[in-house]
Nanobody
């Protein structure tokens, strides 16, 4: 069973930055592209971005220019770097393999005005 552990969420003021982390097993990490998703209050989970095994990234237009994704293959970890955060970025953020496997618990990001 795939286990994904997200961390790094918290409370931040608008305009601030956060870095989220997602760790999984080496076998899963090395053989999959990885994606970040978020679920805004009362909304369905939505795609934020993805990174291929080679490091190629795709970022959703809603956050492009503010969010970036990177991965550290030595640590089996993928990161979501979030800058210029807005109140509307408040959500639970999840990572997953692509294609998706079992979802983790996510990490809550709250952006205050």
């Amino acid at each position: 069973q795939v286990q994904l552990v997200e961390s790094g969420g918290g409370l931040v003021q608008a305009g601030g930055s956060l870095r989220l982390s997602c760790t999984t097993s080496e076998s899963i990490f090395s053989s999959n592209d990885m994606g970040w998703y978020r679920q805004l209050p009362g909304k369905q989970r939505a795609f934020v971005g993805r990174i291929s095994r080679s490091g190629f990234t795709v970022i959703d237009s809603l956050v492009k220019g503010r969010f970036t994704i990177s991965r550290d293959n030595a640590k089996n970890t993928v990161y979501l770097h979030m800058n210029s955060l807005r109140v509307e970025d408040t959500a639970v953020y999840f990572c997953n393999t692509i294609p998706n496997h079992t979802w983790g618990q996510g990490t809550l990001v709250t952006v205050s005005s």
